[in-house]
C-alpha cells in the first residue's frame, strides 16, 4: 500500500468526535470545524470542556485562537465530556512514558471504551497518538472485543469499523499553519480506513497525503523525532567538547554547515516537550538490542541538564549568596508549554542545590510557577528586566522572543550561562 496520494474529493463524512483535546486534538478539531465539518470534542476536564465552549483556548499556540473562537461561534465546534455517536473519531489522548519508558497506553484504552458502544458499524476510528509500533491494532482489538458485531473487513457479513492511524507532524509554535501545509502519513488496518482517513484529512490538508499499513505509519513517526533527537545529541555532545577544548560551538556549528552535505541542528540545555523526549523510547522499548545508537542519543541529550546545572555551581562557586537569574521555563521558544522541559530540570535542580542562593526565574508566557517549582523557597517568579538586575549569574535557558528586549548593558559584569548562544 505504499502509494502517493492527494486526496481531492470531499469526503462524505460530516461529523467527527475529536478525543482529547490537548495540542493537537484541539487544533484538529478546530481546523476540521472552520473547514465546515460538525464537531464534538471530548476532554475529561471539565475547564478546558467549558473554556473551548466559551470560544478560548487553554493554552498558548499562535492562531489557535482565532480558530477556536470562529469555529465555536459558527456552531461547528462543541466541546463535552462524554464520547457522541459519530461518523468519524479522531483519538488524539496522550501517550506518556512510563518508569520503564514504555508508554502508557491506558488513554487510548480508555478512549477505546468509550467510543465502542456509541459505534453503529460504517465508522470511521483515526488513532493520531504517537504510539509504539501495533498500537492501532490493539486500539481494533480493544474496540472490537467490545463490539463483537462489527469487524474490519465485513467478514460474516458483519458491518465494518474502519481502522487507521494518521500520526501528528506538526510543530508547536506553527501548528495551525503546519496542519494545513505539511505532508501526511496515514496507515490503514485496511486499504478502505486509509483511503477514508486520507479523504478525511484531505478536508483541510494542502500537502500529499501518503498512505500506507498502520504499522508503518506508526514507525514513521517515531523515526522522524528519534532522527531529530539523534541529531541533537550530536550538538550537545559536540557542545560538551568543544567547551573543554575552548572553542565556540555556534561558530563551529555554523561553518561545518556550510559544507553541502552537513546540516547540524543546535545545542541547547536539553531535549523537552511530549515528543522528542520520549518518542525514541517507544523505538528502544521495541526492540532493545538493537537500537544502541538511538538509546544513547537520549541519554547524551538527558544528561545535558546535569552539565548545565554544573557550570552554574561552578559560576557562583565564590559568591556567598548568589543571586540566578533563570530566564524561560519552556522547553522551546516562544511557547508556554513545560512538559519535559530542560529548563524547568535545571532550575529545580540548581534551586536544590543551591538552598542559599536566591533563584529568580522569569518565564514571560506564564504568569504563576508551575507547581514543581512552587513549593521550592528560594525560587521566585519575577519580571524578566528585575531578575537581570538584580542577578550574579543569569542562566538564559529559553531563546524566547521577548528576551531580545533585555538590554545587553544590563548583563555586564554578571556572569552568563548562556544556553541557547542567544547573545553570541
Ligand atoms: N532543540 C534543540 N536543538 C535544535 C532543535 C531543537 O535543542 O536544533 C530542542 C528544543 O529546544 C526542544 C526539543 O529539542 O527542547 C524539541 O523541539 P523541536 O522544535 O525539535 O520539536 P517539537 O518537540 O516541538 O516537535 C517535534 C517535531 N518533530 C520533528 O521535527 C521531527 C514536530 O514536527 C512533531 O510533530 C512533534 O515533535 C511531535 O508532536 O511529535
Known sequence: ???????????????????????????????????????????????????????????????????????VSQGRLRAQLETPAAEAYIVAVPTPFQADKSADMSYIAAAARAIAPQLRGGELVILESTSPPGSTRRLAELILGLRPDLSLDGADGKPVLLVAHCPERVLPGRIMIELVTNDRVVGGLTTEAAEAAAALYGVFCQGEI??????????????????????????????VISDNLDIDVWELIRLANHHPRVNILQPGPGVGGHCIAVDPWFIVAADPEN??????????????????????????????????????????????DVRESPALEIVRRVAELHPEAEILVAAPHKDHLPKVLAGI??????????????????????????FREIDPASLEGKRVIDTRGFWR
Do not use: W
Open 1 to 71: 500500500m505504499s502509494t502517493s496520494k492527494t486526496a481531492e474529493t470531499a469526503p462524505p463524512i460530516t461529523t467527527v468526535a475529536v478525543v482529547g483535546l490537548g495540542y493537537i486534538g484541539l487544533p484538529t478539531a478546530a481546523i476540521l470545524a472552520t473547514n465546515g465539518l460538525d464537531v464534538i470534542g471530548v476532554d475529561v476536564n471539565p475547564r478546558t470542556v467549558a473554556a473551548i465552549n466559551n470560544g478560548d483556548v487553554p493554552f498558548v499556540e499562535p492562531d489557535l485562537g482565532v480558530h477556536v473562537a470562529g469555529a
Open 291 to 336: 537500537s544502541s545508537l538511538i538509546r544513547t542519543a537520549r541519554e547524551v541529550n538527558d544528561s545535558k541538564p546535569g552539565y548545565v546545572v554544573d557550570q552554574v555551581r561552578k559560576a557562583a562557586s565564590d559568591i556567598d549568596r548568589p543571586v540566578i537569574a533563570c530566564l524561560g521555563l519552556a522547553f522551546k521558544a516562544n511557547i508556554d
Open 210 to 239: 501518503h498512505l500506507t499499513d498502520a504499522a508503518t505509519a506508526e514507525m514513521s513517526k517515531l523515526v522522524e523525532n528519534a532522527y531529530r533527537d539523534v541529531n541533537i545529541a550530536f550538538a550537545n555532545e559536540l557542545s
Open 377 to 402: 523557597p528560594n525560587v521566585r517568579h519575577v519580571e524578566t528586566d528585575k531578575a537581570v538586575e538584580a542577578a550574579d549569574v543569569v542562566v538564559l535557558l529559553v531563546d524566547h522572543d521577548k
